[in-house]
Nanobody
Framework: QVQLVESGGGLVQPGGSLRLSCAAS????????IAWFRQAPGKEREGVAC????????HYADSVKGRFTISRDNSENTMYLQVNSLKPEDTAVYYC???????????????????WGQGTQVTVSS
């Protein structure tokens, strides 16, 4: 079965950290551009970060630059999002996504991705 499954979300205090994981099954992430998106209550889904198939290209939303790091482990068929210095405004459901194609660049536009996980909740609150 082709799917992406996120894990690692939870409740964390402001300033805290989490490591989100997204495991792929039924296909190899090696050939995919990957990304993370998030959606807060009452807001549209927004792109957070992406990394190209070759891992030479990354892109981050301005709101998370310097705090979030996207990575991939093709041998584990898993992608990660390290989220540090969390703020209450980072509270959202975080989704991983994948797009087939061998590229040196990536973009955090949801229309570019055709495989999506079910989401994991991140809540930042004291």
């Amino acid at each position: 079965q082709v799917q992406l499954v996120e894990s690692g979300g939870g409740l964390v205090q402001p300033g805290g950290s989490l490591r989100l994981s997204c495991a792929a099954s039924g296909f190899s992430l090696r050939y995919y551009t990957i990304a993370w998106f998030r959606q807060a209550p009452g807001k549209e889904r927004e792109g957070v970060a992406c990394v190209s198939t070759t891992a030479r290209g990354t892109h981050y939303a301005d709101s998370v630059k310097g705090r979030f790091t996207i990575s991939r482990d093709n041998s584990e068929n898993t992608m990660y999002l390290q989220v540090n210095s969390l703020k209450p405004e980072d509270t959202a459901v975080y989704y991983c996504a994948a797009s087939l194609g061998y590229r040196d660049f990536c973009m955090i536009e949801s229309s570019a991705y055709d495989k999506w996980g079910q989401g994991t909740q991140v809540t930042v609150s004291s």
